[in-house]
Structures are given as structure tokens and as C-alpha cells.
């Protein structure tokens, strides 16, 4: 397994694909954290990490998984067990991401803003890199054609960053009338983008930005023990599906 994950790790950080996505996250975080100060320079980071990072992860990741499909189909024929080869090809494409992520993101951070909360902005973007990358695995597994494959993705990572959003706000709209607290909270588990989002609001006290929804979510999440369960919750949202992934692959007829 390690050899496996070492042979699609170097083949990713030698893809030009991977090091424009560094470059690209180090020009934008760079120009906001040098243009504004450091609070505002965050909350402008984290909106471009939320929307860039689950959209360009899904994408990449799930077209170099069908790219991949005849060197997966190769290493099947040798004696290795299918789940092995499943997760050693996640574990080399969710660590390449993360560490381009890192290189974007963490340098320019650790030069212009070495605080707190810019360290809970590179764990919630490795986790959300992890999360992706285990979705567009899914995504891979459960799509037999390339076409749809990456439709599906496209659509996933969507939903997440701008549709789930808007569905949850006609959710408080039309049930404003009633106590909803303990369901938003819900809702907002169910997606890693809104984890990721109020964990760090928190973190920076931009909570008051969010009104009636701030102040839930702080007196709900802003708790050390609230934290641990976000930190759980994005943990989990990363296992599942690349378990669910797994467990489809090695029943699939390739």
C-alpha cells in the first residue's frame, strides 16, 4: 500500500496541475493578507478557501481517478487486495492536495498572519481538501462513465459551496415561527463547507457578523467542547464516503 501511495504521490507533485493550484492559492492569499489587515485579511481568505478549495479539489481529483482507471485495473492483476489500492490511491491524492494547500496558503500565512485562528484556517482547509478528494473517490466508484463522473462531482461540490446555503436559509424563512435552534445545528453538519465556515467565525469572534444564526451557533459550537465536535463532524464527513467508496469498489465489476 505505502508503494502505491508513494508512486501516485510523486506522479501528482510532478503534474503542472497541482503546483498552478500552490501558485494559485499563494497569489490570492498573499494580495488579501497583504492588502488588509489581519482579521479582514482572514475572513476574505477563508470565503476563497470555502468556494476555491472543494470545487478544484472535487474536479482534479475526480478526473485523475478515471485517468487512472487502467493503472488501477493493472495493479488488480497483481495480488493486492482492491481496498488497499482504493485508499493508497486517496491517501497519495488527499496528501498531494494538502500539501499544495499548505505550500498556497500556509507560507504566505505564516509570514503575514502567524495567529491563531490562521492555524484553524489550514486544518479546516487539509480537511476539507480530505473531504473532497474522498467525494470525488465516491463520485469515481459509483460512475461507470467519465462524462457523468465528473458531472456528478461538479454538481456535489456546488451544492455544498452555494445551493446548500440557500436551501437552509428558506428553511429558517419558513419556519421562523417555530424553534429551530437544535435542527439548524443539524443542518449545518451536514455540510463540511458550513462546518468549516462557523469554526472559524468562531474563532475570529465574527460571529455577531452572522446575526440571530451567529449567536446560536456561538452559544451551541463555541465551546471548546462545540469545537471538538466540529473537528469530529469534518473528521467523519471525510471517512464515510471514502468507506462507502471501499465498500462499493470491491464489489464493482471493473
Known amino acids: 500500500m505505502l508503494t502505491i501511495t508513494r508512486y501516485v504521490l510523486i506522479d501528482l507533485l510532478k503534474n503542472r496541475s497541482v503546483a498552478v493550484y500552490a501558485l494559485v492559492l499563494a497569489a490570492l492569499s498573499a494580495s488579501l493578507l497583504g492588502l488588509e489587515e489581519n482579521a479582514r485579511g482572514l475572513l476574505s481568505l477563508l470565503n476563497v478557501t470555502l468556494l476555491f478549495v472543494p470545487v478544484i479539489t472535487t474536479l482534479f481529483a475526480t478526473i485523475y481517478f478515471f485517468n487512472s482507471l487502467e493503472f488501477i485495473e493493472l495493479l488488480l492483476s497483481q495480488p493486492v487486495k482492491r481496498g488497499r489500492v482504493l485508499m493508497a490511491c486517496y491517501a497519495g491524492m488527499a496528501f498531494s492536495l494538502s500539501a499544495a494547500f499548505m505550500a498556497g496558503v500556509g507560507i504566505p500565512l505564516l509570514i503575514l498572519a502567524p495567529t491563531g485562528p490562521a492555524l484553524i484556517l489550514l486544518g479546516a482547509g487539509v480537511l476539507l481538501n480530505c473531504i473532497f478528494t474522498a467525494l470525488a473517490l465516491l463520485a469515481f466508484v459509483l460512475m461507470k462513465d467519465k462524462t457523468k463522473g465528473i458531472g456528478a ?16 436559509m428558506f428553511f429558517i424563512y419558513a419556519f421562523s415561527d417555530y424553534p429551530v435552534d437544535k435542527v439548524l445545528i443539524g443542518l449545518i453538519t451536514l455540510n463540511p463547507v458550513d462546518l468549516a465556515r462557523v469554526l472559524m467565525l468562531l474563532q475570529l469572534d465574527a460571529a455577531v457578523l452572522m446575526g440571530y444564526s451567529g449567536a446560536l451557533f456561538k452559544k451551541f ?30 464489489r464493482k465489476d471493473l
Open 153 to 168: 462531482a461538479i454538481v456535489v461540490s456546488l451544492f455544498f459551496t452555494l445551493l446548500f446555503d440557500g436551501l437552509v
Open 221 to 250: 459550537l463555541g465551546t471548546p467542547a462545540g469545537s471538538i465536535y466540529s473537528v469530529i463532524s469534518l473528521v467523519l464527513w471525510a471517512a464515510a464516503p471514502l468507506l462507502l467508496a471501499v465498500k462499493v469498489f470491491r
